[in-house]
């Protein structure tokens, strides 16, 4: 694609988009049975059954899966297959709980080593070990990285390691932990042990340190889809941030059930996430901020609020992320641009792990580039100053993202092309994704757009083809800004022909022409807008606007505020059109009377999250529960046959689902 940057290498094994039973290989009827009676899933996604064979067959390996694409299982099998410990390597305690809480559940025996562990903790964990019953146990790496640690590790029966949150190790990532760079020290210890890496970042040098970093040697390097179907993506230019935040949330969160869940805003700075949360909060939207200024044990609280469902709005800088494996986060909106695509791709991931339906939506505006480059060039609070090709390139990833907010064109397929996929996630009978606010037809049409692009082109052409998009547009907009002097081109005929239309606005329209091939955009460090073969029948073209024939342009721009809230999917497009969604959002699947079901559920699971101390997405997901509320099984067994619910899981919560819903049943009958 034109209008963005591609970064991506190419993809080593790409074998998400097969069938089951990928590879030809026929599933492993053991895997196969672990999954159901442990998890209560019928299938493995191919990616899955790829990589729990790689470390079944002793293979080191590299496993790239989006957020919510099933990472946790491809290591989690292995050992109860095989009955040999597996070692996870995790950055964060919350993030370990929550594992071995959930595994717990499904009866798989499962421990976290930590520093805050007591010492009955610690006993209890040698002895679990000793008597050979677990299967997997979780550390941090500082701490199994100790001299005593790895000397009692390598004495014990170890079937292979598995590295979660891969990316920590690399400085191109977006959480670097230096004390990720010593894991490859496990290889003398644990010689034969297979090491396997699980991430969900998209970019190939991050992948590329990840392999190199660790050792890997001769890895299996698998790399799933990174489309998120399940997403709905709005791109909106910044006018009012605060109404335009309440706007989106409004369409989540305050509302009962299965329209509830999480929601996060995301702003720049400390100061900007609490000017929000007091304005969502002066609105009625109970909203906190959370960000690196605050103590660590307010931090601690704000996140653990959030999990167990007490706290549902959290405005926050990027300090909010890793460790946010809440299921049901219906809502990321962005209050100002990320300060890369890679960033937006990782904070919006944030949405919808449950598989569910989720939105996000981005606000942004010309001046967040500006923001962007003024702080990345600042020097840091330690005085280091970022080298000048560190800065090139942050710089041309700010200008990507900035293409990709202005751009008009289907933000999933523009945002696979970005990691280097073709977009395959098309529905049938609908332009593109139906998924974004350009395939659902919520961009206007920009007036008199023939004579706009005619204005574009000549301006490109009277410029001598020489300049950046950005020059272009200061030029027409009769910018009174000093390179536009100093070239003159304040002389230039085409200088403040299209005075008065926003800068964005004009950006976008240069980046949709570049985009149609109606004009090009050069390769390199500062790329120029030149003129195509396209360029001549525009300018040749003279039916206006909505005129058909050779050289007709369209374009259009975001309508800002969607006024119609319902225009979240199932949604309402332009004519009137009912647009068919294959995502799946629980409101959409339940009818009255399930819903009811499933709101009873939701405050049972609630409950029984409690009792247990876990938050509760850790006794099981949204789409389990309306499964549950959909099939109404009337007993355990039946409870049984939902995916999701294994034999376990069964076993300890099915009485109480079971009699929820017969004491529903008894209600209805008695109306
Ligand atoms: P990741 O770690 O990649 O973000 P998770 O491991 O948390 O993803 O899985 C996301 C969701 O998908 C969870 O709710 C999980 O139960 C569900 N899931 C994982 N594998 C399967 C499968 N094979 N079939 C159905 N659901 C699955
Ligand atoms: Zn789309």
């Not at 790239?64 to 410990?85: A, D, E, F, I, R």
Request: net charge neutral.
């Amino acid at each position: 694609m034109e209008g963005l940057l591609s970064r991506a290498g190419p993809v080593v094994v790409d074998v998400a988009s097969g069938s089951a039973g990928a590879g030809g290989r026929k599933i492993d009827p053991r895997v196969a049975e672990a999954v159901k009676r442990y998890w209560g899933f019928d299938e493995l996604r191919p990616l899955q059954e790829e990589s729990i064979a790689a470390t079944l067959d002793g293979r080191d390996s590299l496993t790239v899966l989006p957020t919510g694409g099933g990472k946790s299982l491809c290591y989690q099998v292995p050992p109860v297959v095989t009955g040999k410990l597996t070692l996870v390597v995790s950055p964060l305690i919350a993030l370990m709980q929550d594992q071995v809480m959930g595994l717990k559940l499904a009866g798989v025996s499962a421990a976290a080593a930590h520093g805050l562990q007591s010492e009955r903790d610690q006993d209890e964990l040698r002895a679990m070990i000793r008597s050979g019953e677990l299967r997997l146990l979780f550390v941090a790496p500082e701490r199994l990285l100790s001299a005593g640690f790895l000397s009692w590790m390598s004495r014990l029966r170890i079937g292979a390691i598995a590295v979660d949150e891969a990316h920590c190790i690399s400085q191109w990532g977006h959480d670097f932990r230096p004390e990720y760079r010593r894991l490859r020290e496990l290889r003398d210890v644990l010689p034969g042990v297979p090491l396997c890496a699980y991430t969900a970042t998209a970019t190939p040098r991050v992948r590329e340190d990840i392999v190199e970093q660790l050792g890997l040697v001769d890895a299996k390097v698998m790399v799933g889809r990174f489309d998120r179907a399940n997403l709905i993506y709005r791109v909106q230019p910044r006018v009012n941030a605060r109404e335009q935040v309440e706007e989106a949330l409004r369409r989540h969160v305050g509302k009962k059930g299965a329209e509830g869940g999480g929601a996060i805003v995301y702003c720049l700075s400390r100061r900007e996430t609490e000017e929000m949360a007091e304005y969502l909060r002066g609105r009625g939207i109970e909203a906190r901020a959370y960000h690196a200024g605050l103590d660590a044990d307010v931090r601690t609280k704000l996140s653990s609020d959030f999990r167990n469902e007490r706290l549902n709005v959290v405005c926050a800088t990027v300090a909010f992320g890793m460790g946010i494996d809440r299921g049901d986060v219906r809502c990321v909106v962005h209050a100002t641009m990320p300060k890369s695509v890679e960033a937006y791709q990782q904070e919006t991931g944030r949405a919808g792990r449950d598989g569910l339906e989720a939105e996000c939506v981005l606000l942004h505006s010309g001046a967040d580039v500006i923001r962007w480059k003024n702080l990345m060039s600042k020097p840091a609070a330690d005085g280091t100053v970022t080298p000048t090709e560190v800065l090139t390139t942050q710089n041309e990833l700010v200008e990507s993202m900035h293409r990709f907010a202005v751009a008009a064109r289907c933000r999933h397929r523009m945002l696979s092309e970005y990691f280097g996929q073709a977009y395959e996630g098309a529905v049938e009978g609908q332009s593109e994704c139906g998924a974004c606010d350009f395939c659902l037809g919520e961009l206007e049409d920009i007036p008199a757009a023939q004579e706009v692009a005619r204005k574009i082109i000549s301006c490109v052409a009277r410029t001598g083809q020489g300049y950046g998009a950005g020059h272009v547009a200061d030029v027409l907009l009769g910018a009174n800004v000093e390179r536009v002097r100093r070239l003159a081109h304040d002389q230039q005929s085409t200088f403040g022909l299209l005075r008065g239309m926003g800068r964005d606005v004009v950006m976008s329209c240069i980046n949709q022409l570049i985009d149609a091939g109606v004009l090009a955009r050069s390769e390199g460090e500062y790329p120029v807008v030149t003129l195509t073969e396209s360029s001549k029948l525009v300018l040749r073209n003279q039916t206006g606007t909505g005129g058909m024939g050779e050289g007709a342009v369209r374009l259009v721009r975001p309508r800002v505020m969607v006024e119609d809230a319902g225009a979240v999917s199932g949604a309402v497009a332009g004519g009137g059109v009912r647009v068919k969604s294959k995502r799946s959002r629980a409101s959409d699947l339940l009818n009255d009377a399930d819903r009811e079901v499933f709101e009873a559920l939701r405050e049972l699971r609630r409950e029984l999250a409690k009792e247990r101390e876990v938050p509760p997405f850790v006794v099981c997901s949204d789409a389990v529960l309306v499964e549950v509320a959909q099939k109404r099984p009337r007993s355990v067994e039946e409870l049984r046959k939902v995916k999701g619910i294994g034999q376990r899981k069964a076993e300890e919560f099915g009485e109480a689902v079971v009699s929820e819903i017969a004491k529903w049943s008894k209600g209805q009958m008695g109306k």
